[in-house]
Nanobody
Framework: QVQLVESGGGLVQPGGSLSLSCAVSGFTFSSYGMTWVRQAPGKGLEWVSWISAYADYTGYADSVSGRFTISRDNAKNTLYLQMNSLKPEDTGVYYC????????WGQGIQVTVSS
């Protein structure tokens, strides 16, 4: 079955960096676009970034553009999100997501940006 497992979150000071990973299984990773979505405390889901199946196209929310970089390694079935210049408003649970006839989600990983 389709599985997505995030890792790499944690606590970081403002201005710091974190790198998230999403290991996937159960489907042909190289055939599907992938998305990062986050949820801040007490708020709804916010789309963060998207990458096409062969990484030839990417997209970013205005709130993270220029600070976050999405990438993927199709040989390793892994999606990444490099987050630099982190701000307190980046705090939240980060999910990787793909759509294969329906949405599939990871369990989420906590990112906390605080001094």
């Amino acid at each position: 079955q389709v599985q997505l497992v995030e890792s790499g979150g944690g606590l970081v000071q403002p201005g710091g960096s974190l790198s998230l990973s999403c290991a996937v299984s159960g489907f042909t990773f190289s055939s599907y676009g992938m998305t990062w979505v986050r949820q801040a405390p007490g708020k709804g889901l916010e789309w963060v970034s998207w990458i096409s199946a062969y990484a030839d196209y990417t997209g970013y929310a205005d709130s993270v553009s220029g600070r976050f970089t999405i990438s993927r390694d199709n040989a390793k079935n892994t999606l990444y999100l490099q987050m630099n210049s982190l701000k307190p408003e980046d705090t939240g649970v980060y999910y990787c997501n793909t759509y294969i006839y329906k949405d599939y989600w990871g369990q989420g990983i906590q990112v906390t940006v605080s001094s």
